[in-house]
């Protein structure tokens, strides 16, 4: 038979009545060793267990000792703000230092006062201090552990999660319902608007028919059409925006929209800092969504202006176009090669050091200050230059300035010819076909009917829907062509459209809108629409319109 070894506590002496000494003693058998040792394994494991919980919810761990005020930091709670696991002292004072300044006062009273005030549970969120210098969201969740004799409490622990990305989709989310909101607002003035110019538009060029070529009252009648055609691309530019107009890519002159930008910058711009433009007028074109455009010029110019706050300070916008051959390349990381324009935006700001460099082209990243910037805004311009297919070099040196150069391609330089005048609509081919107009803007219902009866149609006009609805009915061959408005009260334009059709289904019909979210081009047509026309229009383009809709419907039996 195998020995075994017995065991025994230490001995504990007493002194009797005697005097004598007794030495008490108790062994400690293989099987009760044996369960010490099972209970020990099963705590290991248990503590394994909740490091691999604490790991896989991404939890940090802390405890506060409330006597001394020591404050333990588990070494995922360190990481998770890059920190290493001995480079924080373990106090309440490290993490008071890496609350946001904003917040502290606030963060503490909630924390302490809950602890204080009797609850055996906390749960807050608020912001730290990453070793990179941004700022971390944290929930933080702790519960009293221990309590004296009196209730107070004598030791609290708990977790942090960092919930960053949680609260960039919050935001994103309160973002996307303000952007529905601006442009549920955006279509309605879009609408009104649209209107108002199609009237300014419209009988700016009928008076231009009763003047004189070269005439004083002429050109100035010219700048009002160029005002009014301005205020048009506005329009767009916000619905574009808000979301409500589908990006419309086109052959532009770059140096158009920058110049279009900096006049609006222009008026935020503080006294401190000065703009120096180097804008090559006779840049060559390229193709593109001028809103694209707007959103990089707009977005490079705050941040090199934010990067001058409270200084003086210059910002450069230069454009020009630039050739890059294969040895111009051979030096760069883009390997893209050909004809670019490049637009260079410079500050004489604090600069970039290299390793924010490297990454401030990441969505959600920023350096400002907690509460000013989202990290969006360079990270839109790096997408809209790469679905171009054009690149971006940063210069930046610390405490000289940093310049963003973009490089979009280029089309081909056109051989310049001399900009001819619009027509004087003089050679417009006339009509006599009858024409119904149906439009609630007396405005607009004025200015078709003007123009069509001048060049020689039968004209009816009207503002209710339903009296052309009436006039249809009750004779549908009377008309050889409709042009109705979309945005009606009783009837809409579609719906107009839809009854004319079931009565005269070969009835041409154009429909007019100035903004419709009810209707797009592609469901006009689908209806039997054969135009969808969006406000506003120049009456040349419209009496073409009109004349081609006619003349395709003469090709076909009625």
Same mark, same amino acid.
């Given at each position: 038979?195998?020995?075994?070894?017995?065991?025994?506590?230490?001995?504990?002496?007493?002194?009797?009545?005697?005097?004598?000494?007794?030495?008490?003693?108790?062994?400690?058998?293989?099987?009760?060793?044996?369960?010490?040792?099972?209970?020990?394994?099963?705590?290991?494991?248990?503590?394994?267990?909740?490091?691999?919980?604490?790991?896989?919810?991404?939890?940090?761990?802390?405890?506060?000792?409330?006597?001394?005020?020591?404050?333990?930091?588990?070494?995922?709670?360190?990481?998770?703000?890059?920190?290493?696991?001995?480079?924080?002292?373990?106090?309440?004072?490290?993490?008071?230092?890496?609350?946001?300044?904003?917040?502290?006062?606030?963060?503490?009273?909630?924390?302490?006062?809950?602890?204080?005030?009797?609850?055996?549970?906390?749960?807050?969120?608020?912001?730290?201090?990453?070793?990179?210098?941004?700022?971390?969201?944290?929930?933080?969740?702790?519960?009293?552990?221990?309590?004296?004799?009196?209730?107070?409490?004598?030791?609290?622990?708990?977790?942090?999660?960092?919930?960053?990305?949680?609260?960039?989709?919050?935001?994103?989310?309160?973002?996307?319902?303000?952007?529905?909101?601006?442009?549920?607002?955006?279509?309605?003035?879009?609408?009104?608007?649209?209107?108002?110019?199609?009237?300014?538009?419209?009988?700016?060029?009928?008076?231009?028919?009763?003047?004189?070529?070269?005439?004083?009252?002429?050109?100035?009648?010219?700048?009002?059409?160029?005002?009014?055609?301005?205020?048009?691309?506005?329009?767009?530019?916000?619905?574009?925006?808000?979301?409500?107009?589908?990006?419309?890519?086109?052959?532009?002159?770059?140096?158009?929209?920058?110049?279009?930008?900096?006049?609006?910058?222009?008026?935020?711009?503080?006294?401190?800092?000065?703009?120096?433009?180097?804008?090559?007028?006779?840049?060559?074109?390229?193709?593109?969504?001028?809103?694209?455009?707007?959103?990089?010029?707009?977005?490079?110019?705050?941040?090199?202006?934010?990067?001058?706050?409270?200084?003086?300070?210059?910002?450069?916008?230069?454009?020009?176009?630039?050739?890059?051959?294969?040895?111009?390349?051979?030096?760069?990381?883009?390997?893209?090669?050909?004809?670019?324009?490049?637009?260079?935006?410079?500050?004489?700001?604090?600069?970039?050091?290299?390793?924010?460099?490297?990454?401030?082209?990441?969505?959600?990243?920023?350096?400002?200050?907690?509460?000013?910037?989202?990290?969006?805004?360079?990270?839109?311009?790096?997408?809209?230059?790469?679905?171009?297919?054009?690149?971006?070099?940063?210069?930046?040196?610390?405490?000289?300035?940093?310049?963003?150069?973009?490089?979009?391609?280029?089309?081909?330089?056109?051989?310049?010819?001399?900009?001819?005048?619009?027509?004087?609509?003089?050679?417009?081919?006339?009509?006599?076909?009858?024409?119904?107009?149906?439009?609630?803007? *007396?405005?607009?219902?004025?200015?078709? *009917?003007?123009?069509?009866?001048?060049?020689?149609? *039968?004209?009816?006009?009207?503002?209710?829907?339903?009296?052309?609805?009436?006039?249809?009915?009750?004779?549908?061959?009377?008309?050889?062509?409709?042009?109705?408005?979309?945005?009606?009260?009783?009837?809409?334009?579609?719906?107009?459209?839809?009854?004319?059709?079931?009565?005269?289904?070969?009835?041409?019909?154009?429909?007019?809108?100035?903004?419709?979210?009810?209707?797009?081009?592609?469901?006009?047509?689908?209806?039997?629409?054969?135009?969808?026309? *969006?406000?506003?229009?120049?009456?040349?383009?419209?009496?073409?319109?009109?004349?081609?809709?006619?003349?395709?419907?003469?090709?076909?039996?009625?």
């Amino acid at each position: 038979m195998t020995n075994q070894k017995t065991l025994k506590t230490p001995h504990i002496s007493l002194d009797d009545n005697d005097g004598r000494g007794v030495s008490i003693g108790r062994d400690i058998t293989p099987l009760e060793e044996a369960e010490r040792k099972t209970a020990q394994l099963l705590l290991e494991k248990s503590e394994q267990r909740l490091q691999l919980a604490l790991e896989g919810a991404d939890l940090g761990m802390w405890d506060w000792d409330l006597q001394t005020n020591d404050l333990y930091f588990s070494p995922r709670y360190l990481s998770m703000l890059g920190y290493g696991p001995t480079e924080l002292p373990h106090t309440a004072a490290t993490w008071e230092n890496l609350l946001h300044p904003e917040e502290k006062k606030s963060v503490k009273r909630q924390l302490l006062g809950a602890i204080f005030q009797g609850s055996d549970s906390v749960r807050i969120e608020f912001s730290m201090r990453a070793k990179d210098g941004n700022y971390r969201w944290i929930l933080g969740q702790g519960k009293v552990v221990e309590r004296a004799q009196d209730g107070s409490p004598l030791r609290v622990s708990g977790t942090h999660l960092d919930i960053t990305k949680l609260k960039n989709l919050e935001t994103q989310l309160v973002q996307s319902q303000k952007m529905e909101a601006i442009g549920t607002l955006a279509g309605g003035i879009a609408h009104d608007f649209n209107n108002i110019l199609t009237s300014i538009l419209g009988f700016s060029e009928l008076a231009q028919l009763a003047l004189a070529d070269g005439s004083s009252a002429e050109k100035e009648i010219d700048q009002v059409i160029i005002s009014a055609k301005r205020a048009a691309e506005l329009v767009q530019q916000i619905l574009t925006f808000s979301r409500k107009e589908p990006k419309k890519v086109r052959r532009l002159k770059p140096h158009l929209i920058v110049k279009e930008t900096l006049k609006m910058l222009h008026s935020s711009l503080p006294a401190t800092i000065k703009i120096e433009e180097d804008i090559d007028i006779e840049c060559v074109e390229i193709k593109a969504d001028p809103t694209h455009l707007h959103q990089i010029v707009m977005n490079l110019c705050t941040n090199a202006l934010q990067s001058m706050q409270e200084q003086k300070g210059v910002l450069q916008v230069k454009l020009e176009h630039r050739e890059i051959t294969a040895q111009d390349n051979a030096e760069q990381s883009h390997k893209k090669i050909g004809s670019f324009i490049v637009l260079s935006i410079s500050d004489t700001g604090s600069g970039i050091n290299q390793a924010t460099i490297t990454r401030i082209f990441e969505p959600y990243f920023t350096t400002k200050e907690f509460g000013k910037g989202t990290g969006l805004g360079l990270s839109v311009v790096h997408g809209i230059v790469e679905s171009y297919n054009g690149f971006i070099k940063v210069e930046s040196k610390l405490g000289q300035g940093t310049t963003f150069h973009i490089y979009l391609p280029s089309l081909k330089k056109n051989s310049v010819t001399p900009q001819q005048k619009e027509s004087r609509f003089d050679n417009l081919a006339p009509g006599s076909e009858r024409i119904l107009i149906v439009d609630d803007e *007396e405005a607009i219902l004025n200015l078709h *009917e003007t123009l069509l009866t001048r060049l020689g149609y *039968e004209v009816t006009a009207t503002t209710s829907s339903q009296e052309a609805l009436a006039l249809i009915t009750a004779n549908p061959n009377q008309f050889d062509l409709i042009i109705t408005d979309q945005s009606m009260p009783n009837i809409s334009g579609a719906e107009l459209a839809s009854e004319t059709l079931k009565i005269r289904s070969t009835m041409p019909i154009i429909l007019c809108t100035g903004y419709s979210s009810v209707i797009s081009e592609n469901d006009a047509l689908a209806i039997g629409i054969k135009k969808y026309v *969006e406000k506003p229009v120049s009456i040349k383009d419209l009496a073409e319109i009109v004349r081609q809709i006619l003349d395709e419907s003469l090709i076909k039996p009625s």
